[in-house]
């Protein structure tokens, strides 16, 4: 937020839980805002998600919630890959990027086509 008042910088929020969603929408953040999930493959991709074992506390939610077997609380959601959403976004040089997914962070870089984007620095949970 800090850089977006001090400097002018946009963003780019993806939220799977669609609560979590809407209180980001709220904020009026200057950012691009997506409700998916990254994807974990270099196309669009449809996976299950659960988000009752993505809690981490009560109403917090994260893209730990990746299954590969759908349950009661579970349904399927398309995921997009952060490449195609860097590319939407219409800027291929990243200033910094922050990835909190609760497990799924290596999975989404490995889908990075390196040479192709500019990430100057990167902070991964």
């Not at 990835?99 to 290596?106: H, N, R, Y």
């Amino acid at each position: 937020l800090e850089f977006e008042l001090k400097y002018g910088w946009t963003g780019l929020l993806v939220e799977a839980h669609p609560g979590d969603f809407h209180r980001g929408l709220a904020t009026n953040r200057k950012t691009f805002h997506l409700n998916s999930c990254l994807g974990v493959e270099e196309h669009p991709h449809f996976s299950m998600f659960d988000f009752l074992s993505a809690v981490r506390k009560k109403d917090v939610y994260s893209m730990g919630g990746l299954t590969h077997q759908g349950n009661s609380q579970s349904f399927q959601m398309q995921c997009l890959p952060l490449y195609s959403l860097i590319l939407a976004a219409g800027n291929r040089t990243i200033n910094v990027l922050f990835l909190d997914v609760e497990g799924a962070e290596f999975r989404i870089l490995k889908t990075l086509p390196w040479d192709k984007v500019d990430i100057e620095i990167m902070s991964v949970e």
